[in-house]
């Protein structure tokens, strides 16, 4: 699938993230194909689909801006020059 069609489905995932912050909902699951991130207000369990004993946790605002960086990576215009890091 080109990167260009997941602006939606990231854009969902920081509105699930803005769900959990103000207080709308407690726990939200968001997932796509392989992978499935539970999000609670203190933490994001990000783990496979089909093997949930494979897993990784982060804070939910690490898990924000990580989203937030992609986005802004996926959408910036393409440089071969060009070095992006994103400190969490």
Same mark, same amino acid.
């Given at each position: =699938?080109?990167?260009? =069609?997941?602006?939606?489905?990231?854009?969902?995932?920081? *509105?699930?993230?803005?769900?959990?912050? *103000?207080?709308?909902?407690?726990?939200?699951s968001? !997932?796509?194909?392989?992978l499935?991130?539970?999000?609670?207000?203190?933490?994001?369990?990000? !783990?496979?689909?089909?093997? @949930? +004993? +494979?897993?990784?946790?982060?804070?939910?605002? @690490?898990? @924000?801006?990580?989203? +937030?960086?992609?986005?802004a990576?996926?959408? +910036?215009?393409?440089? =071969?020059d060009?070095?992006e890091?994103?400190?969490?």
């Open positions: =699938m080109p990167y260009y =069609m997941t602006f939606d489905h990231i854009k969902e995932g920081l *509105n699930y993230i803005a769900r959990i912050k *103000n207080g709308e909902t407690t726990l939200l968001w !997932s796509r194909e392989a499935v991130a539970d999000l609670t207000r203190d933490e994001v369990k990000i !783990s496979f689909l089909w093997d @949930e +004993s +494979s897993f990784e946790k982060l804070a939910l605002d @690490e898990f @924000e801006k990580a989203l +937030s960086a992609w986005l990576f996926i959408q +910036s215009p393409v440089r =071969m060009a070095h890091e994103v400190l969490l």
